[in-house]
């Protein structure tokens, strides 16, 4: 799970992670509502969401165990992804699903979803949150301690996995100094291939 320092975004045999975040003052990142889902925080400019993706996290046997899913306010942000690039000055949102069961990690799928800020250490299912704001490199320049959510609930509503699947529903979360965000998503499947991301 996201430690907050630098959350992972999963992908196909391997993991890409971005830059970690530099401490800096808490300033706001909210979305305006519209089809690929929508972001709202308790305080903020609204940012427009144009694309929302959910990246499989699978194993050698072709096993889907985690998800990964990214709104953001670029246009075509699964393309980019699949031809190895990560869009410069991205604001947005980037959640993580797993679940545990008694012998290891099971596929995502429907139902509730803890949002914690650490590692799980019991069965359950659970997810991580992570505004973000990156910069030219494509490091996030909102800290940890704005960024990261603490607590909440995602629930997922439909879960559909290949070529044509997508993954959406909606989450409730606190964030920052007591924040809260909340929001819509609508995702569609975007298996990553590229040996790895640049940033462009």
Do not use: W
């Not at 949150?129 to 320049?141: I, K, M, P, R, Y």
Request: glycine share 10%.
């Amino acid at each position: 799970m996201n430690n907050g320092s630098s959350p992972p975004l999963h992908r196909t045999g391997a993991t890409h992670e971005l830059a970690p975040h530099p401490p800096r003052r808490t300033r706001v990142v909210a979305s305006a509502c519209n089809s690929p889902g929508y972001l709202k925080t308790s305080y903020g400019a609204p940012v427009h969401i144009e694309s929302a993706v959910f990246v499989p996290s699978i194993d050698a046997q072709g096993r889907t165990y985690g998800a990964t899913v990214l709104l953001a306010d670029v246009p075509d942000l699964c393309r980019s992804l699949r031809s190895g690039r990560m869009p410069r000055k991205m604001s947005g949102l980037q959640l993580e699903l797993v679940r545990f069961g008694q012998n290891g990690l099971l596929a995502p799928d429907v139902g509730e979803y803890n949002v914690i800020a650490a590692q799980p250490t019991r069965v359950g299912s659970y997810a991580s949150g992570l505004l973000l704001e990156s910069d030219a490199n494509c490091t996030n320049t909102l800290s940890a301690t704005e960024a990261v959510f603490r607590s909440g609930i995602v629930t997922v509503d439909r879960f559909e996995t290949g070529h044509d699947g997508f993954v959406s529903g909606s989450f409730e979360a606190t964030c920052g100094q007591g924040d809260e965000a909340s929001g819509r998503f609508s995702a569609e499947y975007c298996e990553i291939t590229a040996p790895q991301l640049s940033c462009q």
